[in-house]
């Protein structure tokens, strides 16, 4: 059965850091983009980063960009997303999912799908 699986989440101070892990089992992520997402209580689900297929471009979203990194590993069938300098705004439930390649320079976010079931991420002193 195809899914995938997002750890690494918890509890970090203000300016603290955090990896996220998506692990894919059932297929090969490094054929697909895929995409970061969160959701903060009360609010709609955003992407946040994104990287592509093929040539593993990246995008960032305008309020993580500089602090938040993604990568692949393909050997472990695993995307990270490193995320640096935390904000109690980066307070959300993180959500990654698979998407298609994508051109010219903006992460597709509403075309990606088959979501894993999160991991909560809580930034607080």
């Known amino acids: 059965q195809a899914q995938l699986v997002e750890s690494g989440g918890g509890l970090v101070q203000p300016g603290g850091s955090l990896r996220l892990s998506c692990a894919a089992s059932g297929f090969t992520l490094e054929y697909y983009a895929i995409g970061w997402f969160r959701q903060a209580p009360g609010k709609e689900r955003e992407g946040v980063s994104c990287i592509n297929s093929g040539d593993d471009s990246t995008y960032y979203t305008a309020s993580v960009e500089g602090r938040f990194t993604i990568s692949r590993d393909n050997a472990k069938n695993t995307v990270y997303l490193q995320m640096t300098s935390l904000k109690p705004e980066d307070t959300a439930v993180y959500y990654c999912?698979?998407?298609?390649?994508?051109?010219?320079?903006?992460?597709?976010?509403?075309?990606?799908?088959?979501w894993g079931q999160g991991t909560q991420v809580t930034v607080s002193s």
């Open positions: 999912a698979t998407g298609p390649y994508w051109s010219g320079g903006y992460c597709p976010f509403p075309r990606f799908g088959s």
